[in-house]
C-alpha cells in the first residue's frame, strides 16, 4: 500500500500533464485499498478473498467546459493519454455556467486534526479466521440456532488523494476492520434469519467476536413465529440499527443537488421548524476513529463540525462548489469524490442528540403499536417525502414490546414523521449516523 505522499505525488503528477496538454484547471483524485476477507460456515472454511486495486482519476477544465476521466494503468504513457483523452472530451461537452474547481481562497492549506484512521496492528489471516470461527461457534450454542449462513471477518486498508491545479494538495490513509454473523434460526418454512455486524477503524474498537454471534442468534431466535399486524394509524418505534435511515433521507433532501434540481420535499424550508423543538443533529467530521471522519472534502475545502438541525430547524443545505454556484451560496465543505466524475455531497459523522426517556419510558403509554428492527425496500419519494416501506419487528402491546411480526409495510410523510419524532435516550456510537430508538406517532401501518 502506497504512503499518503507516495499517493498525492501520483495526483500531483497527472494535473501537471494535464495543464501541459493545454487544460485550463485540473484536479485528480488518487485512491488505492486493500483488503483479505476469511468466512467460516458451520465450522469450516467456506471463503478466503484479497483484493488490491489502485486508481486514479481527472477532471479537466476547458473555460466552462469540463470532462471526468478515469483509469488503473498508472504508467507514465497512459497518464499522459488519459490527460490527452480528457481534453478532447472536454473541448465536445457543453459549457456550464457553474462547472469549476473550488473558490481558490475557501482551500484549507492546513495542518488538519489528527483523525487516527490508521490502525498499526496488522491481523493475520489466521487471526481473521479465528475471529469469524469464534463468531460463528458462539452463536450456534445459542438455543433455538439451526443453521448458519456464515459469520466474517476482514481487515483492510485505504489511502485518498487529492491535488488540484490551484493549489490545494492533500492524503490521508485509514485502516478498516470488520465483523459480522448471519445466523438461522427455527425449522422448515419457520425459518427466520438475522445478524449482526460491526466495522471500525481500529480492531479494538470491535466487540468480541463471540458477542456478535451471540447477538445475531438472539436477533434470529427472537424472530421465529411472527405474527401479523392488523392495519391502522400506530405509533411506530424504530430500532437505532434502523433509524439512522431516517436521517438518510432527510441528509438526501438537503443536498445541494437536490435543491438546485427543486426535487426535495424540503425546497422552501430552510430555517422552518422541520422537528421538534430542542431537536439537534450534530454532524462531526473531525472525530477520532470516527467511520465518516476525514481532514477535507472532495475539493479541498475545510471540513467542519456543525448542527444540521438546531433547536428543530434546518440551518442550511449541503454544497459542492457547483450546486453553491447554481444556488448563489457557498460551498459547504460536504464535496465527496468516487471513482470519477464530478463531485458529489457526504457528511461526516452525524448524531441526533438523545432525549431524556429511556426506550421502554418512551413506549409506556403506547397500546397499540409496533417495534421495527428491518426495513425492506426503498419507497421513499424524495419530491414529496411520500413514505411507505415492508418492515418487520415486534408488537407493542399495552406499553412492552411483545411477540414478533412480519410482512406489513409502514406509511407516511417524512414532514409530518420528522415533525412527531421523539429520541429516547439510548444514542449508540458506533455507526457513520448514530440514532437513539426513536419513535414517530400518527404513521399508517398496512398488514392483514
Known amino acids: 500500500m502506497l504512503s499518503p505522499q507516495e499517493a498525492l505525488d501520483r495526483a500531483q503528477d497527472l494535473v501537471e500533464r494535464a495543464r501541459k496538454a493545454g487544460a485550463d484547471a485540473a484536479d485528480a483524485v488518487f485512491g488505492a485499498s486493500s483488503s483479505e476477507g476469511i468466512q467460516v460456515r458451520l465450522g469450516?472454511?467456506?471463503?478466503?478473498?484479497?483484493?488490491?486495486?489502485?486508481?486514479?482519476?481527472?477532471?479537466?477544465?476547458?473555460?466552462?467546459?469540463?470532462?471526468?476521466?478515469?483509469s488503473s494503468d498508472l504508467s507514465p504513457q497512459a497518464l499522459d493519454e488519459l490527460a490527452a483523452r480528457a481534453l478532447a472530451m472536454?473541448?465536445?461537452?457543453?459549457?456550464?455556467?457553474?462547472?469549476?474547481?473550488?473558490?481558490?481562497?475557501?482551500?484549507?492549506?492546513?495542518?488538519?486534526?489528527?483523525?487516527?484512521?490508521?490502525?498499526?496492528?496488522?491481523?493475520?489471516?489466521?487471526?481473521?479466521?479465528?475471529?469469524?470461527?469464534?463468531?460463528?461457534?458462539?452463536?450456534?450454542?445459542?438455543?433455538?440456532?439451526?443453521?448458519?449462513?456464515?459469520?466474517?471477518?476482514?481487515?483492510?486498508?485505504?489511502?485518498?488523494?487529492?491535488?488540484?491545479?490551484?493549489?490545494f494538495s492533500g492524503a490521508y490513509g485509514s485502516t478498516s476492520h470488520s465483523l459480522g454473523a448471519s445466523i438461522v434460526a427455527g425449522e422448515g418454512a419457520a425459518k427466520q434469519r438475522d445478524y449482526a455486524a460491526r466495522s471500525a477503524h481500529h480492531r479494538a474498537d470491535l466487540p468480541l467476536p463471540a458477542e456478535i454471534g451471540e447477538l445475531a442468534a438472539r436477533r434470529a431466535v427472537a424472530r421465529l413465529n411472527p405474527g401479523r399486524m392488523a392495519s391502522g394509524p400506530m405509533p411506530v418505534v424504530f430500532d437505532p440499527r434502523v433509524g439512522g435511515s431516517l436521517i438518510g433521507n432527510l441528509i438526501g433532501a438537503i443536498s445541494g443537488n437536490a435543491i438546485a434540481r427543486r426535487s426535495s420535499f424540503l425546497l422552501g424550508k430552510l430555517e422552518d421548524q422541520i422537528f421538534a423543538p430542542g431537536t439537534v443533529l450534530v454532524e462531526e467530521p473531525h472525530r477520532p476513529r470516527g467511520l465518516r471522519s476525514r481532514p477535507f472534502d472532495g475539493e479541498g475545502l475545510p471540513t467542519r463540525a456543525r448542527n444540521l438541525v438546531e433547536d428543530g430547524r434546518l440551518t442550511g443545505w449541503l454544497l459542492d462548489s457547483a450546486s453553491a454556484r447554481q444556488l448563489g451560496l457557498a460551498p459547504t465543505g460536504h464535496a465527496a469524490r468516487g471513482g470519477g466524475g464530478a463531485p458529489g455531497v457526504s457528511v461526516g459523522n452525524l448524531h441526533l442528540q438523545p432525549g431524556t426517556a429511556t426506550p421502554a419510558e418512551l413506549m409506556a403509554d403506547i397500546e397499540d403499536?409496533?417495534?421495527?428492527?428491518?426495513?425492506?425496500?426503498?419507497?421513499?419519494?424524495?419530491?414529496?417525502?411520500?413514505?411507505?416501506r415492508g418492515a418487520s419487528g415486534f408488537r407493542i402491546v399495552g406499553g412492552e414490546i411483545a411477540g414478533p411480526v412480519a410482512e406489513f409495510t409502514v406509511a407516511g410523510n417524512l414532514l409530518a414523521m420528522f415533525a412527531r419524532l421523539t429520541a429516547a435516550n439510548d444514542l449508540e456510537w458506533h455507526r457513520a449516523t448514530n440514532v437513539p430508538t426513536l419513535r414517530v406517532d400518527g404513521m399508517t401501518v398496512a398488514g392483514d
Not at 478473498?49 to 470532462?67: K, P, Q, T, Y
Not at 487516527?116 to 452463536?139: F, G, I, K, W, Y
Not at 450456534?140 to 488523494?161: E, K, L, P, Q
Open 44 to 70: 469450516n472454511l467456506e471463503d478466503v478473498e484479497r483484493s488490491e486495486s489502485e486508481h486514479i482519476s481527472l477532471r479537466v477544465f476547458l473555460g466552462r467546459r469540463s470532462a471526468s476521466i478515469g
Open 90 to 167: 472536454a473541448g465536445a461537452a457543453p459549457e456550464d455556467a457553474f462547472a469549476g474547481l473550488a473558490p481558490e481562497e475557501l482551500l484549507t492549506r492546513g495542518p488538519w486534526p489528527e483523525l487516527d484512521l490508521s490502525d498499526p496492528a496488522e491481523p493475520s489471516p489466521h487471526d481473521l479466521r479465528a475471529a469469524a470461527r469464534e463468531a460463528e461457534e458462539a452463536a450456534r450454542a445459542v438455543a433455538g440456532v439451526t443453521n448458519s449462513d456464515g459469520a466474517t471477518a476482514s481487515a483492510g486498508s485505504g489511502v485518498f488523494a487529492l491535488a488540484t491545479s490551484h493549489g
Open 369 to 388: 403499536g409496533v417495534y421495527i428492527t428491518e426495513l425492506i425496500g426503498s419507497g421513499v419519494n424524495p419530491v414529496t417525502g411520500d413514505y411507505s
